[in-house]
């Protein structure tokens, strides 16, 4: 069993900075591909950046550039900086851990695990 919670979510200004932080419980966490999600009223739940067990990242083509994807193994955590935001970037973001290949990470369902959810509010 794996569980996430999120952090650091909170209403900022275009062109602000948030930095996320996800909390994991158990001991697979090294082992776990770690992804972040996000989903907007209305809309499904979109990739948005994911880390890899051997140090890939890969991400969105809407946030590239402007979102960093990293991971403490060692403090069991995950992290999601997100620079230069914008209005468009407000969501509900959703961290996620798959514990074992199940297609591609860009689809959510393809991960097992999920925290909570942490509001981002981007004002324009």
């Known amino acids: 069993q794996v569980q996430l919670v999120e952090s650091g979510g909170g209403l900022v200004q275009a062109g602000g900075s948030l930095r996320l932080s996800c909390a994991a419980s158990?001991?697979?966490?090294?082992?776990?591909?770690m992804g972040w999600f996000r989903q907007a009223p209305g809309k499904e739940r979109m990739f948005v950046a994911t880390s890899w067990t051997g140090g890939n990242t890969y991400y969105a083509d809407s946030v590239k550039g402007r979102f960093t994807i990293s991971r403490d193994n060692a403090k069991n955590t995950v992290y999601l900086q997100m620079n230069m935001l914008k209005p468009e970037d407000t969501a509900v973001y959703y961290c996620?851990?798959?514990?074992?290949?199940?297609?591609?990470?860009?689809?959510?369902?393809?991960?097992?695990?999920w925290g909570q959810g942490t509001q981002v509010s981007v004002s324009s």
């Open positions: 158990g001991r697979t966490f090294s082992m776990s591909t």
């Open positions: 996620a851990a798959r514990t074992y290949f199940s297609g591609s990470y860009t689809v959510a369902s393809s991960y097992n695990y």
